[in-house]
């Protein structure tokens, strides 16, 4: 986090809730006739957009206005667990083999 962001946040966020990973949602304290209210999150640790979950994601980008509840939206059965996006870094994961290929053709 920024000084700026920090700053902003302290001078003009108004908190409306946290995720299970501590991430916390913020959304801007004055309201103006006509337009929507700028929304964001504060990152616990790695700024990685991955880590917000689905229900959070579609209220930071105004699909819905309906503020999750503590703890997550009810899950359905047949819903997987939320887990964030870990990039593959080995050189065996999945397009390891073109990569050699490539360094090999230089």
């Keep these: 986090m920024t ?9 003009r966020g108004e908190r409306v809730g946290t995720d299970a990973e501590g991430n916390l949602y913020y959304q801007d304290k004055r309201v103006i006739a006509g337009r929507r209210r700028k929304r964001w999150v504060m990152y616990n640790g790695v700024v990685e957009a991955s ?4 229900e959070w994601d579609g209220w930071l980008h105004y699909t819905t ?5 503590a703890g ?3 899950r359905k059965t047949w819903q997987k667990d939320h887990h964030r996006h870990r990039p593959c870094l080995s050189s065996a994961g999945p397009h390891a083999r073109h990569r050699r290929q490539a360094q090999a053709a230089l």
């Design 72 to 74: 997550g939206a009810p």
């Design 51 to 54: 880590r917000v979950p689905p």
């Design 65 to 69: 206005d309906v503020v999750p509840p």
């Design 3 to 11: 000084l700026g962001t920090w700053l902003f946040t302290k001078m």
